[in-house]
Nanobody, 125 residues
Framework: QVQLVEYGGGLVQAGGSLRLSCAAS????????MGWFRQAPGEEREFVAA????????YYSNSMKGRFTIHRDNANKKVYLQMNSLKPEDTAVYYC??????????????????WGQGTQVTVSS
C-alpha cells in the first residue's frame, strides 16, 4: 500500500489560491491513479479530482472544473492540487487518496484504498 501525507493547506481570502501537495511512499505510487477529496464540517466526503498513473488523464468534479488543477510528479512521488479563485464554500479538509485498481479513474470513494490524514483549507469571505 501507499502511505500519503498532505500539506499546503491554510487560510486564504476568497479569490485567492493555494497549492496542496501530497507526498507518497510505497512501491505502487507511480502505477496508481491518485485522487483528491474534501470534507466540510457536517458534510460527506466528496470527490474533487483524479489523475491517471501517467498523468495523461484527469477527471474533475463539475463544481471545481476550471478552478482546480491536479498534476503529479512520479519521480518525486508527489501529487498536487492547484486551487484558484477559491470560494468560502471550498472550506474543508482536503485528502489525497490512492486508487486500489490499476486503470480506474473516477470519483467513487470506495475505489480508493489509501488515504492521507488531510489538510485544512479555510477560505474567508
Amino acid at each position: 500500500q501507499v502511505q500519503l501525507v498532505e500539506y499546503g493547506g491554510g487560510l486564504v481570502q476568497a479569490g485567492g489560491s493555494l497549492r496542496l501537495s501530497c507526498a507518497a511512499s510505497g512501491r505502487t505510487f507511480s502505477s496508481s491513479t491518485m485522487g483528491w477529496f474534501r470534507q466540510a464540517p457536517g458534510e460527506e466526503r466528496e470527490f474533487v479530482a483524479a489523475i491517471s498513473w501517467n498523468g495523461l488523464t484527469t477527471y474533475y468534479s463539475n463544481s471545481m472544473k476550471g478552478r482546480f488543477t491536479i498534476h503529479r510528479d512520479n519521480a518525486n512521488k508527489k501529487v498536487y492540487l492547484q486551487m484558484n479563485s477559491l470560494k468560502p464554500e471550498d472550506t474543508a479538509v482536503y485528502y489525497c487518496a490512492c486508487a486500489a485498481r490499476h486503470g480506474y479513474i473516477g470519483s467513487a470513494i470506495s475505489e480508493y484504498e489509501s488515504w492521507g490524514q488531510g489538510t485544512q483549507v479555510t477560505v474567508s469571505s
